[in-house]
C-alpha cells in the first residue's frame, strides 16, 4: 500500500486522526518518535524556521529543500501544507506539487484563502491530472478559510463552506480542512452536507477529539500551536538568560542530549 493509501485509510475511522505539524527534519522525527501515525507540517512554522513571515512569502525552492529534508529521517506518511500552492497558475502549482509528489509525501494541504474558490478547484484539478499522469496518488486536503478568514458574515459561513467543499470534491479533493471551525451544530451541518471527511484546527473552545468523533470529524490538525508554544518558551528562556545569566533556567526539562542523539541514529 502507498503512503497516500495509508494516509487516506487514517481517515476513515470512527475518531479523528490526530496530526501533529512539523516545521523542520527535527520536529517531525521527534514527532513521528511519540507514535503520531502521520505527520504534517505547519507552513507557519516552515516560514518562520527559515527566517520568512507566514502568509505565502515562503519560496517554494525553500518548501522543497525542507520536505526533502524531513522525507529523509521520516518513515510515517508525511501531508505537507503548500499554502496556495505558490503560483496563482494551476499548471505551475501541479508542478511544485509533483516535486513534492515525488519525494514520496502521501499528501498536501492547499488552501483558498482571498482567491476565488474556483481558483483552487482549478489548481487540484491540475495536481490531481498531474499526478495521475505520473503514476503517483495525493491526497489533496483542501483548505478553505471561510471561518479562519472571515471570508464571509458568520451566519453565512456554514453554508459558504458547504459549497466550497462540495465544489473543491468536485474538482478532484479528498479531504476538506476549515481551520477556525468550533462550533458544534456548525461541525454537524457541515458533515451532514458535505461528502469529504472534514478537518478541523486545534483551537481554545474546540469540543475534545472524543466528541469531535461523534460529530463526524475525521482529521484534527495541532496547526502551528506546537511551534508557538515552543517559540513562547525559547523567548521565556532567552529573557530570563539574558537579564539573570542563570544556568538553572537553561535546564528545565530538556530533553536529554543521548535521547535526542538517538532519534538519528
Known sequence: MSNANTFRQLHVNSTPLLLPNAWDAGSARLIEAQGAPAIATTSAGFAWALGYPDGRMLPFAEVAASVRRIVRVLKAPLSVDVEHGY????????????????MGIAGINIEDGPDAASLLAAKIEAIKSAVAKAGLDLFVNARSDVFLATLVEKPKQPQESIARGNLYASAGADGLFLPALVQPSDIETIVGATRLP????????????????????????????????????????????????????????????????????
Open 198 to 265: 472534514l478537518n478541523v484546527m486545534a483551537l481554545p473552545g474546540l469540543p475534545d477529539a472524543t466528541t469531535l468523533g461523534k460529530l463526524g470529524v475525521r482529521r484534527l490538525s495541532a496547526g502551528s500551536a506546537i511551534a508557538q508554544v515552543l517559540l513562547g518558551r525559547a523567548k521565556a528562556m532567552t529573557q530570563d538568560f539574558l537579564a539573570h545569566g542563570r544556568s538553572e533556567a537553561l535546564a528545565d526539562q530538556p530533553l536529554p542530549y543521548g535521547e535526542i542523539q538517538q532519534l538519528f541514529a
Open 87 to 102: 503560483s496563482d497558475d494551476p499548471r505551475t502549482v501541479a508542478d511544485h506539487v509533483l516535486q513534492l509528489a515525488d
